[in-house]
Nanobody, 115 residues
Framework: QVHVVESGGGLVQAGGSLRLSCAAS????????FRWYRQAPGNEREFVAS???????NIVDFLKGRFTISRDNAKNTAYLQMNSLKPEDTAVYYC?????????WGQGTPVTVSS
């Protein structure tokens, strides 16, 4: 059973930065794909970013230039660097990990951006 844990969320002022972490454990196999999603109050969960390797990343268009995704394979961990945060970035951020074609979700980490 793969265990996925997000961390790094919190309260930040508009214009600030946060780095979220997503650590996967419990498997001898590495994570094939890490994906970040977010869900704001009253909204559906939306895709934010994904990473297979340093050369294979995808950021949703409206977040490009502010958000970046990276991973540390040795730690089976992915990161979401969020800069120039806006109040509309307020949401619970969830990590999804694909291991041997199975999908695992974390519990989410809340991000609140104050104006």
């Amino acid at each position: 059973q793969v265990h996925v844990v997000e961390s790094g969320g919190g309260l930040v002022q508009a214009g600030g930065s946060l780095r979220l972490s997503c650590a996967a454990s419990g498997s001898t196999f590495s994570v094939k794909v890490f994906r970040w999603y977010r869900q704001a109050p009253g909204n559906e969960r939306e895709f934010v970013a994904s990473i297979i390797s340093a050369d294979e990343t995808n950021i949703v268009d409206f977040l490009k230039g502010r958000f970046t995704i990276s991973r540390d394979n040795a730690k089976n961990t992915a990161y979401l660097q969020m800069n120039s945060l806006k109040p509309e970035d307020t949401a619970v951020y969830y990590c999804n990990a694909i291991v041997r074609e199975l999908s695992y979700w974390g519990q989410g980490t809340p991000v609140t951006v104050s104006s």
